[in-house]
């Protein structure tokens, strides 16, 4: 027998008539699964950690556990409410150690669970007296926890993830509870209902009232904690501020020094050893005392970057010019100081203020460099370690999230608060901005705290966070605030253990009163809720069996005052729900019904939808055209199970619809015969084509639009949609089921969305096709007029291959067959081939063609035969394809500019002649010139012109240069024929 055959606790059965309501028994199982819940927590916590605390609490639990097994049962042979009490009993103590060990929010949060199971199982359970006891062990549940959570005589564990699984736990349980009573999902009595309210009118505001004050107190202890950080930080970034503010107007005033500007005005070459030379060392190693710790180093550097002087001889001679200081300096001609820069695989990193040296014209003779080692910033902190406690400190921290100083943990310095990205780390080791002596996997040592105060991930300036000393974790405050001269900034930090205590006494104080006087309300309230309610018990009875189903009754009215009223309008109320239920039934199964169906129907919509949206997914993937079309007729009729689809696209005549695509068998013997209908004129595809409207045929047999194609025979509703781009219509969609009625007008509107996007995707791919085949032609023609004109470019040139030998550059005159292997392919040839003769030497060969807008101009042939295993690595591969391609331009450019010059030259030749045509009148002198020129300057050893005259003998004139025989006479004189 099942525990739920078992149970025979009585509970109450439904006196609501609300259909859903809620099962009586779900209360105490559900009471049961949170002890179970807790039990299997604690226990697998105790085992993995080991503590007491834990296996109390699992202990605790196990046994209320155990009790509310025998609860529900009939192993334990006692009364049935006496169980119950014990395992409420054993529960709310679990609950009140639950709230000692791990507490949170003074033991609040606990106290509404204990009370909340408690009134969910008083609002189900019939004995008025045993929910009265149950009451009662709820409030001293809560009671305890609020105690137990403020006194702490356990080892109190602080965890937020419990913390935040009990504070959720206790919202829902006190929603539901009030859902459930509002929506008469529980069956509250009347006494539930006014200890309830009651205690919820009392309570809430005492609650309210001990929040606020322990609020104002928090907030007043915390401005003052804030006041204190703000003068703290304030005066850490002064020190900061004025360090920098000092350099930078120091090493402003030291740049315009006398004898700096002495020794730039000598000649390069009488500087080494001048009195100048002297002067400036000894006033630049007295300008570094003013730094008592960490000395700086001064250093000259001429407009070139070189660093001429300086107080660290070892960088003398060496040059600046590619650092980002001096770089920023010679561009802005003002000074500069620099973030902290790191020395490669080093611990040493610098700070750099530099300040451009101006001579009496104001021109830029030089740079100032000053460099300070990073480690003064820690210096600078450390005056304000301890300023407003024993655990206070400021830390400085760059804009990537780097230490900078700390005043805390100083084996800290130049590690990360954040991880950095691999990418980003690179970038930072490029620019010497993160140490590199350290790698990437430890120079992070992670406080998301402190990254998201230093990057500018906070609202305010103030917040809170958590340090691990000495394996314990401190609370501490901190306030973040920028600096002037870096884009850094300063975190102070302060410990709030002292605010902490403070507020931890106040709110035990307002607590244990709060929940003493708590206490002894709710008391007082129960006791007078029972005694008010006590007339009501037997109506409630009377109530309970009627809405049990026994409509028979009538409760006994003994009073005329409310209750005996109550009573009347009861009885009234019973006889017409009794006539009433009779119709109930059969109206709430026509309704269900109603609404099981238009939920098939919205639901079936909904598919189609999707569908629609699935199938346009897959049409405007395909490029192939014909291959568009078979798609979208196998997608249709696959995801709509229909009997027949095809495309139809309207001819260039505009006069038919060919079926150009189908996924049925009778569709391909249609294909296959290029089945075609008249636009217009037959079956409702011509009618869609014709008209620009869809067509339904709902029952073909009765249809006179429809067509009766043989190879269709089973189809018995057809649907065509047009295919329109920008109202043009360019074919159809035609749709064929086996069922009648298949379509309706919904299913138009549905499937016009999808006819659009296959218009749009065959129109975009007819002109994507156009749009190819027009590029591949153009392509093509390019390349056979790049052909013809470096053809005709090389005909006239002897040598057409030059080979560079040690001696220079000479003709190729050898055929080799990897040049006709990388013309015909267009890809270049790496390749190693052995001698022919006894030397037996091998060569290793590359071969790089010449590409001209892809086509091959000409090659690139490299060999090496002094390294008898060389290999050409893809790094010379590039290179020499790189080469190949300037090659091609500059060779294209040489060609076009040469025809440019013959061009220019032939019209230039053809003004010289026109010119002197026109210097004479005589149309005899006029030819003889023209005769003369062309002879000249084409090179020809004879001219002649033929004038053809309307109804006359064509008229010959001819210029022969004179005969050595003949000397200077000439012989031009033309013969006329007529």
Same mark, same amino acid.
């Given at each position: 027998?099942?525990?739920?055959?078992?149970?025979?606790?009585?509970?109450?059965?439904?006196?609501?008539?609300?259909?859903?309501?809620?099962?009586?028994?779900?209360?105490?199982?559900?009471?049961?699964?949170?002890?179970?819940?807790?039990? /299997?927590?604690?226990?697998?916590?105790?085992?993995?950690?080991?503590?007491?605390?834990?296996?109390?609490?699992?202990?605790?639990?196990?046994? @209320?556990?155990?009790?509310?097994?025998?609860?529900?049962?009939?192993?334990?042979?006692?009364?049935?409410?006496?169980?119950?009490?014990?395992?409420?009993?054993?529960?709310?103590?679990?609950?009140?150690?639950?709230?000692?060990?791990?507490?949170?929010? &003074?033991?609040?949060?606990?106290?509404?669970?204990?009370?909340?199971?408690?009134?969910?199982?008083?609002?189900?359970?019939?004995?008025?007296?045993?929910?009265?006891?149950?009451?009662?062990?709820?409030?001293?549940?809560?009671?305890?926890?609020?105690?137990?959570?403020?006194?702490?005589?356990?080892?109190?564990?602080?965890?937020?993830?419990?913390?935040?699984?009990?504070?959720?736990?206790?919202?829902?349980?006190?929603?539901?509870?009030?859902?459930?009573?509002?929506?008469?999902?529980? +069956?509250?009595?009347?006494?539930?209902?006014?200890?309830?309210?009651?205690?919820?009118?009392?309570?809430?505001?005492?609650?309210?009232?001990? /929040?606020?004050?322990?609020?104002?107190?928090?907030?007043?202890?915390?401005?003052?904690?804030?006041?204190?950080?703000?003068?703290?930080?304030?005066?850490?970034?002064?020190?900061?501020?004025?360090?920098?503010?000092?350099?930078?107007?120091?090493?402003?005033?030291?740049?315009?020094?006398?004898?700096?500007?002495?020794?730039?005005?000598?000649?390069?070459?009488?500087?080494?050893?001048?009195?100048?030379?002297?002067?400036?060392?000894?006033?630049?190693?007295?300008?570094?005392?003013?730094?008592?710790?960490?000395?700086?180093?001064?250093?000259?550097?001429?407009?070139?970057?070189?660093?001429?002087?300086?107080?660290?001889?070892?960088?003398?001679?060496?040059?600046?010019?590619?650092?980002?200081?001096?770089?920023?300096?010679?561009?802005?001609?003002?000074?500069?100081?620099?973030?902290?820069?790191?020395?490669?695989?080093?611990?040493?990193?610098?700070?750099?203020?530099? $300040?451009?040296?101006?001579?009496?014209?104001?021109?830029?003779?030089?740079?100032?460099?000053?460099?300070?080692?990073?480690?003064?910033?820690?210096?600078?902190?450390?005056?304000?370690?301890?300023?407003?406690?024993? *655990?206070?400190?400021?830390?400085?921290?760059?804009?990537?999230?780097?230490?900078?100083?700390?005043?805390?943990?100083?084996?800290?310095?130049?590690?990360?608060?954040?991880?950095?990205?691999?990418?980003?780390?690179?970038?930072?080791?490029?620019?010497?901005?993160?140490?590199?002596?350290?790698?990437?996997?430890?120079?992070? /040592?992670?406080?998301?705290?402190?990254?998201?105060?230093?990057?500018?991930?906070?609202?305010?300036?103030?917040?809170?966070?958590?340090?691990?000393?000495?394996?314990?974790?401190?609370?501490?405050?901190?306030?973040?605030?920028?600096?002037?001269?870096?884009?850094?900034?300063?975190?102070? /930090?302060?410990?709030?253990?002292?605010?902490?205590?403070?507020?931890?006494?106040?709110?035990?104080?307002?607590?244990?009163?709060?929940?003493?006087?708590?206490?002894?309300?709710?008391?007082?309230?129960?006791?007078?809720?029972?005694?008010?309610?006590?007339?009501?018990?037997?109506?409630?009875?009377?109530?309970?069996?009627? &809405?049990?189903?026994?409509?028979?009754?009538?409760?006994?009215?003994?009073?005329?005052?409310?209750?005996?009223?109550?009573?009347?309008?009861?009885?009234?109320?019973?006889?017409?729900?009794?006539?009433?239920?009779?119709?109930?039934?059969?109206?709430?199964?026509?309704?269900?019904?109603?609404?099981?169906?238009?939920?098939?129907?919205?639901?079936?919509?909904?598919?189609?939808?999707?569908?629609?949206?699935?199938?346009? *997914?897959?049409?405007?993937?395909? *490029?192939?055209?014909?291959?568009?079309?078979?798609?979208?007729?196998?997608?249709?009729?696959?995801?709509?199970?229909?009997?027949?689809?095809?495309?139809?696209?309207?001819?260039?005549?505009?006069?038919?619809?060919?079926?150009?695509?189908?996924?049925?068998?009778?569709?391909?013997?249609?294909?296959?015969?290029?089945?075609?209908?008249?636009?217009?004129?037959?079956?409702?595809?011509?009618?869609?084509?014709?008209?620009?409207?869809?067509?339904?045929?709902?029952?073909?047999?009765?249809?006179?639009?429809?067509?009766?194609?043989?190879?269709?025979?089973?189809?018995?509703?057809?649907?065509?949609?047009?295919?329109?781009?920008?109202?043009?219509?360019?074919?159809?969609?035609?749709?064929?089921?086996?069922?009648?009625?298949?379509?309706?007008?919904?299913?138009?509107?549905?499937?016009?969305?999808?006819?659009?996007?296959? @218009?749009?995707?065959?129109?975009?791919?007819?002109?994507?096709?156009?749009?190819?085949?027009?590029?591949?032609?153009?392509?093509?023609?390019?390349?056979?007029?790049?052909?013809?004109?470096?053809?005709?470019?090389?005909?006239?040139? &002897?040598?057409?291959?030059?080979?560079?030998?040690?001696?220079?550059?000479?003709?190729?005159?050898?055929?080799?067959?990897?040049?006709?292997?990388?013309?015909?392919?267009?890809?270049?040839?790496?390749?190693?081939?052995?001698?022919?003769?006894?030397?037996?030497?091998?060569?290793?060969?590359?071969?790089?063609?010449?590409?001209?807008?892809?086509?091959?101009?000409?090659?690139?042939?490299?060999?090496?035969?002094?390294?008898?295993?060389?290999?050409?690595?893809?790094?010379?591969?590039?290179?020499?394809?790189?080469?190949?391609?300037?090659?091609?331009?500059?060779?294209?450019?040489?060609?076009?500019?040469?025809?440019?010059?013959?061009?220019?030259? *032939?019209?230039?030749?053809?003004?010289?002649?026109? &010119?002197?045509?026109?210097?004479? $009148?005589?149309?005899?002198?006029?030819?003889?010139?023209?005769?003369?020129?062309?002879?000249?300057?084409?090179?020809?050893?004879?001219?002649?012109?033929?004038?053809? +005259?309307?109804?006359?003998?064509?008229?010959?004139?001819?210029?022969?240069?004179?005969?050595?025989?003949?000397?200077?006479?000439?012989?031009?004189?033309?013969?006329?024929?007529?």
């Amino acid at each position: 027998m099942s525990l739920r055959n078992k149970f025979s606790l009585k509970f109450k059965s439904g006196t609501s008539l609300l259909r859903g309501q809620l099962n009586p028994r779900s209360s105490l199982y559900g009471s049961i699964g949170f002890a179970g819940l807790f039990t /299997i927590i604690f226990l697998a916590t105790a085992l993995f950690r080991g503590e007491y605390q834990f296996f109390l609490l699992a202990g605790s639990f196990m046994l @209320a556990f155990l009790l509310g097994i025998f609860t529900v049962s009939k192993i334990w042979e006692t009364s049935e409410s006496l169980k119950l009490l014990i395992f409420i009993v054993a529960l709310e103590i679990s609950i009140a150690l639950f709230s000692g060990i791990f507490p949170s929010v &003074s033991g609040l949060p606990y106290s509404v669970i204990a009370i909340s199971i408690a009134f969910l199982l008083a609002a189900v359970v019939v004995k008025s007296a045993i929910s009265d006891w149950i009451i009662f062990l709820g409030l001293f549940g809560a009671i305890g926890s609020v105690l137990l959570s403020v006194l702490a005589p356990f080892i109190q564990t602080q965890s937020p993830q419990i913390s935040i699984l009990v504070i959720a736990l206790a919202i829902i349980l006190a929603f539901s509870l009030l859902f459930l009573m509002i929506w008469g999902r529980i +069956v509250a009595t009347l006494q539930v209902k006014l200890i309830f309210g009651s205690l919820a009118l009392t309570l809430i505001p005492l609650i309210a009232l001990s /929040i606020i004050n322990n609020q104002f107190l928090r907030t007043s202890i915390q401005e003052q904690s804030n006041q204190s950080l703000k003068v703290a930080v304030d005066q850490t970034v002064a020190h900061v501020d004025g360090f920098f503010n000092t350099n930078l107007e120091s090493i402003s005033d030291e740049a315009s020094l006398p004898v700096i500007l002495d020794y730039l005005s000598l000649d390069p070459n009488l500087r080494s050893g001048s009195p100048e030379e002297a002067e400036l060392k000894a006033t630049f190693l007295s300008l570094q005392t003013k730094e008592k710790v960490y000395l700086p180093s001064y250093a000259l550097l001429n407009l070139l970057g070189a660093n001429v002087i300086d107080t660290d001889t070892s960088n003398i001679g060496k040059s600046e010019r590619f650092t980002s200081y001096f770089r920023t300096a010679a561009t802005t001609k003002a000074k500069f100081v620099s973030p902290v820069e790191f020395v490669p695989d080093s611990r040493e990193a610098y700070i750099y203020f530099i $300040n451009p040296i101006f001579d009496v014209n104001k021109q830029t003779i030089g740079f100032l460099r000053v460099r300070y080692d990073a480690r003064v910033l820690q210096s600078l902190i450390q005056l304000t370690v301890g300023l407003i406690g024993t *655990r206070s400190y400021p830390l400085i921290i760059d804009d990537n999230g780097l230490r900078l100083a700390d005043g805390l943990s100083p084996n800290h310095v130049f590690r990360s608060v954040t991880p950095f990205s691999t990418e980003k780390y690179k970038l930072l080791v490029e620019n010497r901005r993160v140490a590199t002596y350290l790698p990437q996997s430890m120079i992070t /040592i992670e406080q998301i705290d402190f990254a998201n105060a230093a990057l500018n991930k906070y609202v305010s300036d103030y917040f809170t966070t958590t340090t691990t000393l000495n394996q314990s974790e401190i609370q501490q405050s901190g306030i973040i605030a920028p600096l002037k001269y870096q884009p850094w900034r300063v975190i102070f /930090i302060q410990e709030q253990t002292a605010l902490l205590i403070a507020l931890q006494n106040q709110n035990r104080l307002s607590t244990i009163i709060s929940t003493i006087i708590a206490g002894i309300v709710s008391i007082f309230i129960t006791l007078v809720a029972n005694l008010f309610t006590r007339p009501i018990l037997q109506l409630t009875e009377t109530a309970e069996k009627i &809405s049990a189903g026994d409509f028979s009754l009538q409760a006994k009215v003994t009073s005329t005052d409310e209750i005996g009223i109550l009573g009347n309008a009861f009885n009234s109320m019973t006889r017409q729900l009794k006539e009433f239920i009779d119709s109930l039934e059969n109206r709430v199964q026509e309704r269900t019904q109603q609404l099981a169906q238009q939920n098939e129907a919205l639901l079936f919509r909904s598919r189609q939808l999707q569908t629609v949206s699935d199938v346009a *997914r897959g049409i405007v993937s395909t *490029r192939d055209f014909e291959s568009l079309l078979t798609t979208v007729t196998t997608l249709i009729s696959e995801r709509f199970d229909f009997y027949h689809v095809g495309i139809f696209l309207i001819d260039d005549t505009g006069e038919y619809a060919v079926l150009r695509a189908a996924n049925s068998a009778g569709g391909r013997k249609m294909l296959a015969r290029q089945h075609k209908l008249q636009v217009g004129q037959v079956g409702i595809v011509g009618y869609a084509t014709g008209t620009g409207d869809p067509r339904i045929s709902t029952d073909v047999g009765q249809d006179a639009v429809f067509f009766n194609n043989p190879d269709l025979p089973e189809t018995k509703s057809e649907m065509a949609l047009p295919l329109k781009v920008e109202n043009r219509i360019i074919g159809a969609l035609d749709v064929q089921s086996t069922q009648s009625n298949a379509f309706s007008q919904e299913d138009i509107e549905l499937f016009t969305t999808l006819s659009d996007q296959i @218009a749009i995707a065959i129109n975009n791919n007819q002109l994507y096709a156009e749009t190819s085949r027009a590029l591949e032609e153009s392509e093509k023609v390019h390349r056979q007029y790049l052909n013809q004109e470096w053809t005709k470019q090389t005909v006239d040139i &002897s040598n057409k291959s030059y080979k560079f030998t040690p001696d220079g550059l000479i003709p190729l005159t050898e055929d080799l067959p990897e040049i006709h292997m990388v013309l015909d392919s267009a890809r270049p040839i790496v390749r190693t081939q052995k001698s022919d003769d006894k030397s037996a030497t091998t060569t290793s060969i590359l071969a790089v063609p010449i590409l001209l807008r892809g086509e091959s101009i000409g090659v690139i042939h490299l060999q090496e035969t002094e390294k008898s295993d060389y290999v050409w690595s893809q790094n010379e591969l590039t290179t020499v394809q790189a080469v190949a391609d300037q090659v091609a331009l500059t060779l294209e450019n040489a060609r076009l500019f040469e025809q440019t010059i013959r061009r220019a030259d *032939r019209e230039r030749k053809v003004l010289e002649i026109t &010119s002197k045509i026109r210097s004479t $009148n005589d149309p005899q002198q006029m030819l003889q010139i023209t005769l003369e020129e062309l002879r000249r300057n084409l090179g020809a050893t004879k001219a002649q012109i033929v004038l053809n +005259v309307a109804e006359q003998t064509p008229s010959s004139y001819e210029f022969s240069p004179p005969s050595e025989s003949s000397g200077n006479e000439k012989s031009a004189d033309p013969s006329i024929d007529s």
